[in-house]
């Protein structure tokens, strides 16, 4: 098992940045990869960014340029600094863990954190 806790969320003005975090605990040794997804209200969840094994990452086409996902060297926090934010970007983000896949598709994470809320106001 693997335990996700996200924060760092907040409202911000259009233009904005945030870094929201994620602590990881338990078993993260057979963490494969870690990721990013956010919903908005009405909408389907959606990735935004994963990062795997050597630091590879890989960003959804609206993260790109303004989003930026890193992690601790134990690899037990995970991050999201996110720039030029948009009203769009409103949203509850959530950490994600895989333990066997590096795809950015929601069913291919196994462990979720309950969420941070962001809001962007223009």
């Known amino acids: 098992q693997v335990q996700l806790v996200e924060s760092g969320g907040g409202s911000v003005q259009a233009g904005g940045s945030l870094r929201l975090s994620c602590a990881a605990s338990?078993?993260?040794?057979?963490?494969?990869?870690m990721a990013w997804f956010r919903q908005a209200p009405g909408k389907e969840r959606e990735g935004v960014a994963r990062?795997?094994?050597?630091?590879?990452?890989r960003y959804a086409d609206f993260a790109k340029d303004r989003f930026t996902i890193s992690q601790d060297r134990a690899k037990v926090n995970l991050y999201l600094q996110m720039n030029s934010l948009k009203p769009e970007d409103t949203g509850m983000y959530y950490c994600?863990?895989?333990?066997?896949?590096?795809?950015?598709?929601?069913?291919?994470?196994?462990?979720w954190g309950q969420g941070t809320q962001v809001t962007v106001s223009s």
């Open positions: 990062i795997r094994d050597g630091g590879r990452t």
């Open positions: 994600a863990s895989s333990t066997s896949s590096y795809l950015l598709v929601t069913a291919n994470y196994n462990y």
């Open positions: 338990g078993n993260t040794y057979s963490t494969y990869s």
